[in-house]
T-cell receptor
């Protein structure tokens, strides 16, 4: 158990819908990352937050947005969903979000868009 | 652009045999290198990492990796495979930069099969 929690574990929805994925980092970690894992793209970095502020952005679609709240939990919002958005979405956390730190991954949310 | 390449999407070994999973990176700046393991229906777990210092890094479950700058490689090894090692393995890299972010760039992954 990494100490990172993600809810829900599974999500099935239809095209055009909007969903919210939730992540709680390890106790004491200030930085949260979101990654997408799909068969065709592999594991891709989406976005990073540090203490409530966006720090880095990767290949995140405009239909996707995220935020980190004062209690440090984070939410990833996916809207206007398409079939291709079906994937496993991981949240990870680290203490200060620096390059040499270990990132601890949650169990993921598996999203299926029908 | 920085990238990570894992040679071999599938590796099969017999129980007790040497495990060798290959990882090469491309970067113009010093890298920080990681190996993660993913068991079915689970998240990623860190096996080991190289940041600075000793280039031979020992990790959990008997795994180790050696950073070879001249070869831009960070191959993962284990002397004797166990059935419980069957999983998917990911090599990942971050780099120092002005923004000092920790975003990981992952390789495509290697599925390790261990035969009895």
């Amino acid at each position: 158990d990494s100490g990172v929690t993600q809810t829900p574990k599974h999500l099935i929805t239809a095209t055009g819908q909007r969903v919210t994925l939730r992540c709680s980092p390890r106790s004491g970690d200030l930085s949260v990352y979101w990654y997408q894992q799909s068969l065709d793209q592999g594991l891709q970095f989406l976005i990073q937050y540090y203490n409530g502020e966006e720090r880095a952005k990767g290949n995140i679609l405009e239909r996707f947005s995220a935020q980190q709240f004062p209690d440090l939990h984070s939410e990833l919002n996916l809207s206007s969903l398409e079939l291709g958005d079906s994937a496993l979405y991981f949240c990870a956390s680290s203490v200060l979000g620096r390059v040499s730190e270990t990132q601890y991954f949650g169990p993921g949310t598996r999203l299926l868009v029908l | 652009a920085q990238s990570v390449t894992q040679l071999g999407s599938h590796v099969s070994v017999s129980e007790g045999a040497l495990v060798l999973l290959r990882c090469n990176y491309s970067s113009s700046v010093p890298p920080y290198l990681f190996w993660y393991v993913q068991y079915p229906n689970q998240g990623l777990q860190l096996l080991l990492k190289y940041t600075t210092g000793a280039t031979l890094v020992k990790g959990i479950n008997g795994f180790e990796a050696e950073f070879k700058k001249s070869e831009t490689s960070f191959h993962l090894t284990k002397p004797s495979a166990h059935m419980s090692d069957a999983a998917e393995y990911f090599c990942a890299v971050t780099f120092d930069g002005s923004s000092n972010t920790g975003k990981l760039i992952f390789g495509q992954g290697t599925t390790l099969q261990v035969k009895p």
